[in-house]
């Protein structure tokens, strides 16, 4: 019996968390004088803001000697162009010397680069393509 005494009415030591006796709640006893919920700790949520990715445009470069052809099969395939505007941004890149196949994320971007020149490489066509910060 003693020794359920000494259980039940030891007292608790100090928690080393100073929010732990917020999860004690209603066990702990009220001192003298203080009205429920006094002393009660607010907890402030901060949001924060996510940063938009930087955008990179992916160019292709006019060549001589890449056939109109392969451009535009270049287009459908890696950048999912339909004819029409596949054709219109080769004859771009066929007037101006530069055309801009879409815009993307860094690492999409590069990939994107990565698979045109591989592709174009196992073709033997020297088509450029590259990459710049929007």
């Known amino acids: 019996m003693a020794r359920l005494a000494r259980f039940f009415f030891a007292p608790r030591a100090a928690a080393a968390d100073p929010a732990a006796h917020v999860a004690a709640g209603s066990r702990e006893p009220r001192r003298g004088g203080e009205t429920p919920g006094a002393g009660a700790a ?21 060549d001589d000697y890449t056939p109109m052809e392969f451009v535009i099969a270049i287009l459908q395939a890696f950048f999912n162009k339909n004819p029409e505007e596949a054709t219109q941004i080769m004859l771009h890149v066929h007037n101006n010397g530069v055309g801009e196949c879409g815009v993307y994320t860094y690492e999409i971007a590069e990939t994107k680069v990565a698979q045109v020149m591989d592709h174009a490489r196992k073709n033997q066509h020297p088509l450029q393509c590259i990459m710049e910060k929007k």
């Open 42 to 62: 607010v907890i402030t949520r901060t949001r924060t803001q996510t940063k938009r990715p930087n955008m990179y445009r992916v160019l292709l470069l006019n």
